[in-house]
């Protein structure tokens, strides 16, 4: 039997969960009452817990259906990198159930060193930790699979319904995806060129439309980190006579405290102070075609790795 992680950020589970989240997220540095109390209320705001949990549970569910249609035996399982389950614990699940090959998975479709790179850094210490005989086959990234692309289009295609027909020709979209630190450039990363890659191929489905790209939800940080920000690119868009926009958040395939708080409260709020009409994609969560696609993906790399 081959394992499959799939793996995701992590979140709190009710209010009280916050501040230890905050610390394993910090490395277990302090973390300033006020950041707990900030973090805190955000999560209040959305009904007082991460959805994030079920929903990578969900997607790690419809691929286990979609692999089991290919006849080859495989045992997904979900693991957080920042909360439980953790990621070294999923692991030690699937040891102990006899499974001694894993192909890994994070639902973040861009390689960054600080994002997918963090989570292979975390299966290696599980696995140095636990002594376990576990092969590795990682997928780094998947921010051009044609069922993740075709789906994204679908979803703006489909916001874009939400504005008035003799309007939606000039809706301008923003696709956004998580800031990171500055200095990931001075590493050549990846994941700038990535999301644009993504961005690029999403406008080659969808044809000729005014769109911008921005990032968002950045860490409450002192350190530089990569813009600009959807935030301010709304407000230039609002004073340049832009009254209807839609927010197309690639760079996440799922509903959590960045979805929920970032754009459906912060976003939402500016843009009703401005006279704009702000609308978002639906995420992607379990949508056929890309879960799909992943389960090819994973069959690919088992077979990349003599499993198959």
Known sequence: MIG?????????????????????VRGFRPTA???IHEVRERYREIGGRSPILERTRAQAEALQTALDTGGSEF??????????????????????????????LAMA???????????DKKVDEAIAAAGAPLEIARIEHW??????????????????GRFPAELRADVLII??????????????????????????AVMERLGPHPHRFAFQSAAISPDPWLGPDAGTVIAVLAGAGHRHVLVA????VCEHV??????????????????????RIEMLNTAPAMIDGLATLVRQRAAEAGWL
């Open 4 to 24: 499959v992680l799939v793996m995701a950020y992590g979140g709190p589970d009710n209010l009280d969960e916050v501040e230890p989240y905050l610390l394993d």
């Open 33 to 35: 009452p006020a950041i």
């Open 75 to 104: 045992k997904t399982l979900t693991g957080m990198r920042h909360w439980r389950p953790y990621i070294k614990d999923s692991l030690a699940s699937l040891a102990q159930q006899g499974v001694t090959r894993v192909v890994t």
């Open 109 to 119: 479709p861009r390689y960054s060193r600080l994002s997918i790179g963090a989570y």
């Open 143 to 160: 921010h051009l699979l044609p069922g993740y692309l075709d789906t994204l289009t679908d979803h703006v295609r489909s916001a874009l």
């Open 175 to 200: 696709f956004t995806a998580h800031s990171l630190p500055q200095r990931i450039l001075e590493w050549q990363d990846l994941y700038p060129a990535e999301l644009l890659a993504t961005v690029d």
């Open 249 to 252: 958040p690639v760079g996440f």
């Open 258 to 279: 960045e979805i929920l708080y970032d754009v459906d409260v912060v976003f939402q709020r500016q843009a009703r102070s401005l006279g704009v009409q702000l609308e």
